[in-house]
């Protein structure tokens, strides 16, 4: 135990069990974020330790009434005054827990080695996993507990675009999740952990196996300080959409990446069994009317009447099964009649439709796929459905099963920045179902599943209903004790479905818009912080969690993988002539 | 035509010209001829003296006390507090700071005959002394008084190291060239036509010196200097009079006389921030305000005071 005395607690005003004052010493400074402890004799209780972080510094001169008097006292020396300089600490714990304020008069010390780790809560921190360095270039933790689904889960983070700060530390907090160093403490998790990451702006992510360029000295110290060799992701499978319009030739559409990505899309078969129409009706108006009763009725039809097509895979027909023996097709594969719509994609699917719901006789629609509603909802289904294939009709399509497998790598890229927001929404809903699906089968919550998704606000709007946005809720929900894990980005907390939020047991911000700061998602923030989210530079962020009742500050280091295709070491990624 | 003026001092500290003594002539002999006969502004010089120490105590009533006789009666007393300190300016780093605090506490009795203020619980503690007689006013001037020896202390110790300005007139005139600032003028020493010359001087300029009771063991040399001309003032703005012991060479008087004409503006109040401005100099201001709060407060003292006194009682009480 280090004492290092730095100031008093000061006695002219109130000291309290949430915050106190310090004087500070003429030959020390206390600055914002700083620990310290103060030891207070309490009757018949003993000592009791006070532990604090510094939430604001001050200076004045005592003495001086008037402010020109600064001139008098600094300039001209015609008048006497003392500087005092004094901290303003926040509480962060009593130990041992009884609550009383601490003494004025009494020492303050800095919280340096056990003291510090007590002041943090380390001590009683399960598996406390570091997620960033203090401004005393150590290593600040978060408790894994909270966040792995044994007591919480999921991390919320919010902060302004453009200064890269929530996708980069998504990306830190991941590779401190999957480091080598770090087995030990996210534990059983760690092996077979499945990181399914949403790249949907830019490319910055394509490139989180290439070492970069621009990664220095200083980086490298950081990377010490917290105990992880700084290296590119060891295990990263990229996926991406199929180009449009390219032909028979199957191309990722991703621009400055193209090695190394492999493309994925749903055949029609897949998009009727994984009931995939319901993410073709993402937008917040489509629960208005009754479009997603049609909706629910078609998908039910097209589970029964889609068979399976010999000699194409992936390709159905839609043919009443009730001739069939048991009224279902299962595994059967038929030959496509003549002039039968066969569907082998997305746009094909809808003029299958078109028979059941809009006949070209002009006849009534089949109420066995309509339900009867309105012949106007009719026609608006089918125009949605018209817009959709349109949008992302080139990811579905006939052919061997091009199904995303998450089990390749420890983080999956999924690049859907090229995507039409409507596409970007059934990539993200189809590929969560699926996740999700998988988890609620085995009813394990091992091995974790862990999704990263930008942007939360498109997906999980606070406005309007959806089935994208009911699955994230209910991801939020129930996804703690499944092992599905959701660390969710965004802009602007407060556009964001609030169960989601309140769900996140971990919530971090990086610079915040003044307006938006001000909200009340940020309640968790001291005002002090609120007012310094304004000012955060990039690669510093405000981190709370349950085990501490005080918001913290850290930085996390520069990146060692590349975030865009200037950075990438070409001299140390794969050989170009490798197999030549 | 004599014209009217509003005083700039705030009314609860009486006037720069006080109307006590009517600016009646000083008792005893004023030699003017002391420099010059030829009465005229004379222009300040300053001399870069680096340290300059400003000296002052204030003083405070905490209770008043009765002592009652069983054979005289009761007669009152009071306990008071004073401190007294110095600014040491030090105008080469620029930086003033309050050194040489003393703070005493006094019971002052009018009768009795050797009665002791009980042990108070306070630090520094209560000391008994006892007034001439048994008028409220001799009361307090006892405790002005070991105020003003306590300054005089203070002053010479200051003066073997720095200039010193003492607020108030010389108490003892001793051969140290210790300054006394006089911000009230009771007293008209210079009699017309010479007088004229006070409400001629320009901030910056002094009177020439002139001799109060000269030729005796209180000797001194004084003068008048302006400090600011105020807006809307009067030919007595700004002016105060400074004495130092007469006993110094007159040369020697005449260089601090010419200082202090040319330094004193330089930390003269202003309005706006001090009630008796510009004559309370701001080092004496600040000083005052730190003296007061070095005295504790009053009202802690006060209980400490009742319970000493009560103390016996209590006991008795108790057993």
């Known amino acids: ?580 | 035509m004599a014209r009217i003026f509003v005083e700039g001092w705030d009314p609860d500290y009486g006037t720069p010209l006080d109307q006590d003594d009517a600016l009646s002539p000083a008792e005893g002999s004023v030699d003017t001829s002391v420099e010059t006969d030829d009465w005229a502004p004379i222009e300040g010089c300053d001399d870069g003296v680096d340290r300059i120490a400003f000296v002052d105590g204030v003083r405070r009533i905490d209770a008043r006390l009765t002592l009652d006789d069983p054979e005289q009666g009761p007669t009152p007393g009071l306990v008071g507090t004073f401190a007294v300190g110095a600014v040491v300016w030090d105008r080469e780093t620029r930086r003033s700071e309050v050194t040489d605090v003393r703070i005493e506490r006094w019971a002052v009795l009018a009768g009795g005959s050797g009665e002791q203020m009980p042990a108070v619980d306070l630090e520094p503690g209560v000391s008994t002394t006892r007034a001439p007689g048994d008028d409220p006013n001799l009361l307090t001037m006892a405790l002005h008084s070991k105020m003003r020896d306590a300054e005089g202390e203070c002053a010479e110790s200051l003066s073997a190291e720095c200039a010193v300005v003492a607020d108030g007139p010389l108490k003892k005139i001793r051969e140290h060239a210790t300054v006394g600032y006089v911000k009230t003028h009771r007293v008209t020493y210079v009699e017309p036509p010479l007088g004229g010359v006070i409400a001629e001087l320009a901030p910056g300029q002094r009177s020439p010196m002139f001799c109060i009771a000269a030729q005796t063991p209180y000797a001194r040399y004084s003068w008048y200097l302006r400090l600011a001309m105020l807006q809307g003032g009067h030919s007595w703005t700004g002016i105060v009079r400074c004495e130092t012991s007469g006993h110094l060479a007159r040369d020697e008087a005449s260089a601090i006389a010419d200082r202090t004409a040319a330094v004193l503006p330089l930390v003269a109040s202003e309005p706006h921030v001090d009630p008796r401005a510009p004559q309370n100099l701001v080092p004496i201001g600040a000083l005052e305000r730190e003296l007061r709060h070095r005295m504790g407060d009053r009202g802690l003292v006060y209980r400490a005071l009742r319970h000493a006194v009560m103390k016996p009682e209590i006991q008795q009480e108790a057993s």
Request: charged letters at 25%; hydrophobic letters at 40%.
């Open chain 1, 1 to 580: 135990m280090s004492v290092e005395q730095v100031g008093r607690v000061l006695g002219s005003q109130h000291s309290s069990t949430s915050a106190f004052r310090v004087v500070l010493d003429d030959d020390d400074f206390l600055q914002l974020d700083d620990l310290v402890v103060v030891r207070t004799q309490v009757p018949k209780a003993g000592e009791v330790r006070t532990y604090g972080v510094v939430t604001e510094a001050e200076a004045v001169y005592e003495g001086a009434s008037y402010e020109s008097d600064t001139h008098r006292i600094a300039e001209l020396g015609i008048m006497p005054a003392a500087k005092v300089r004094t901290a303003q600490v926040q509480v962060t714990r009593v130990d041992p827990e009884v609550w009383v304020s601490p003494d004025p008069g009494e020492t303050v010390e800095r919280a340096v080695g056990d003291e510090r780790a007590k002041a943090l809560y380390v001590d009683e921190m399960g598996r406390p996993l570091a997620v960033g360095i203090g401004r005393d270039e150590l290593p600040v933790h978060v408790d894994l507990d909270f966040f792995d689904g044994r007591k919480g889960g999921h991390m919320s983070i919010s902060g302004i675009s453009g200064v890269a700060t929530k996708t980069s530390f998504a990306l830190f907090f991941l590779r401190m999740l999957s480091a080598r160093e770090h087995t030990a403490i996210v534990g059983e998790g760690a092996s077979n952990m499945r990181v399914l990451v949403f790249n949907v702006k830019g490319e910055d992510l394509l490139w989180l196996d290439r070492p970069n360029t621009r990664f220095d000295d200083e980086a490298r110290e950081g990377w010490a300080a917290l105990g992880v060799e700084p290296a590119p992701f060891p295990s990263v499978a990229f996926w991406a959409p199929p180009k449009r319009r390219s032909g028979d030739v199957i191309v990722p559409d991703t621009g400055g990446r193209l090695d190394g990505i492999e493309v994925f899309s749903w055949t029609p078969r897949e998009f009727i069994d994984d009931d995939l129409l319901q993410f073709c009706f993402t937008d917040a108006n489509d629960a208005k009317n009754q479009i997603p009763f049609i909706r629910e009725r078609v998908q039910t039809q097209l589970k029964r009447f889609a068979v399976n097509v010999a000699g194409r895979p992936g390709a159905v027909v839609l043919r009443d099964p009730s001739q069939t023996p048991g009224g279902r097709w299962g595994a059967q594969e038929v030959a496509a009649g003549p002039g039968e719509p066969l569907v082998e994609d997305l746009p094909s699917l809808v003029t299958a439709l078109a028979v059941f719901l809009e006949p070209d006789d002009g006849s009534e629609p089949d109420p066995a796929w309509t339900g009867r509603v309105m012949p106007s909802t009719v026609s608006a289904f089918m125009r949605r459905l018209h817009a959709a294939a349109s949008r992302l009709g080139h990811l579905v399509r006939s052919g061997e099963t091009r199904r995303l497998h998450r089990g390749g790598a420890t983080v999956t890229v999924v690049a859907i920045q090229s995507l039409h927001e409507q596409a970007q929404r059934f990539v993200v809903g189809a590929l969560l179902a699926e996740t999700f699906r998988e988890k609620e089968e085995t009813g394990q919550r091992l091995p974790l599943s862990v999704i990263v998704l930008d942007e939360l606000n498109k997906y999980a709007p606070r406005e309007g209903t959806g089935p994208l946005k009911d699955m994230l809720i209910d991801i939020a929900q129930r996804g703690r004790s499944l092992g599905v894990l959701l660390v969710g980005a965004q802009q602007t907390a407060s556009r964001v479905a609030s169960e989601v939020l309140e769900n996140a047991a971990i919530r971090v911000s990086g610079r915040l818009d003044a307006a938006e700061a001000e909200r009340a998602e940020y309640g968790w923030m001291l005002p002090s912080t609120r007012a310094r989210a304004r000012l955060l530079k990039p690669g510093t962020m405000v981190i709370s969690q349950p085990a501490i009742p005080v918001p913290l500050v850290v930085t996390f280091p520069f990146p060692p993988w590349a975030t865009r295709k200037e950075e990438v070491d070409e001299a140390a990624g794969p050989d170009p002539f490798e197999g030549l």
